[in-house]
T-cell receptor, first 117, second 116 residues
Framework: GAVVSQHPSWVICKSGTSVKIECRSL??????MFWYRQFPKQSLMLMAT?????????EQGVEKDKFLINHASLTLSTLTVTSAHPEDSSFYIC?????????????FGPGTRLLVL | AQKVTQAQTEISVVEKEDVTLDCVYE???????LFWYKQPPSGELVFLIR??????QNEISGRYSWNFQKSTSSFNFTITASQVVDSAVYFC?????????????FGAGTTVTVRA
């Protein structure tokens, strides 16, 4: 299957700082990437849809100014958690949409664990 | 609105037993995709299968098999002769078929524990 990477895999930061997470599709181009958030023992919740060259589309209840998304190329999307607080501690997962004439599937990155102290 | 229900929160089996995970979905779309993903303790989601709504053939891949019943809106997943490495959280998911409706709606997940 297709490969999606995330960096960093985990990060610990102080409250009030900003954290940037990168999501890369390594062997295909993705015009659309997605950012999810997963709390312990819960399902994945879609935060936003990242479209290459345009503004991200945020799900209801997700603060645009807090979770900045940039999709500057066909293989890279970044999520910046601004002024992070302990309640932002979570597992952040990205996915990239592979769309060809015979396939339409989302492939997921390994996730980034964020702990805000 | 799309909704995926995985009624089983946790399943515990002994190695070599079969285990079936239930998935029931709701959608207004006439065509859609259904997925199963595996999330081992490491956290990374592993793609297992994608099924188009117009293809009701059941599928088998090694010890994994899937039973798609459109009439009951179910897409169940069976692991035959389970192994300890199968221990993980399994998610069923649904997305639209049209190019502008591809958001994934996930079920709550079923935690499978396989004991040696």
């Amino acid at each position: 299957g297709a490969v999606v990477s995330q960096h960093p895999s985990w990060v610990i930061c102080k409250s009030g700082t900003s954290v940037k997470i990168e999501c890369r599709s390594l062997d295909f181009q993705a015009t659309t990437m997605f950012w999810y958030r997963q709390f312990p023992k819960q399902s994945l919740m879609l935060m936003a849809t990242s479209n290459e060259g345009s503004k991200a589309t945020y799900e209801q209840g997700v603060e645009k100014d807090k979770f900045l998304i940039n999709h500057a190329s066909l293989t890279l999307s970044t999520l910046t958690v601004t002024s992070a607080h302990p309640e932002d501690s979570s597992f952040y997962i990205c996915s990239a949409r592979l769309l060809t004439w015979r396939e339409e599937t989302q492939y997921f990155g390994p996730g980034t664990r964020l702990l805000v102290l | 609105a799309q909704k995926v229900t995985q009624a089983q929160t946790e399943i515990s089996v002994v190695e070599k037993e079969d285990v079936t995970l239930d998935c029931v979905y709701e959608t207004r779309d006439t065509t859609y995709y259904l997925f199963w993903y595996k999330q081992p303790p490491s956290g990374e989601l592993v793609f297992l299968i994608r099924r188009n709504s117009f293809d009701e053939q059941n599928e088998i891949s090694g010890r994994y098999s899937w039973n798609f019943q459109k009439s009951t809106s179910s897409f169940n997943f069976t692991i035959t002769a389970s192994q300890v490495v199968d221990s993980a959280v399994y998610f069923c998911a649904l997305s639209g078929f049209r190019s502008n409706d591809y958001k994934l709606s996930f079920g709550a997940g079923t935690t499978v524990t396989v004991r040696a």
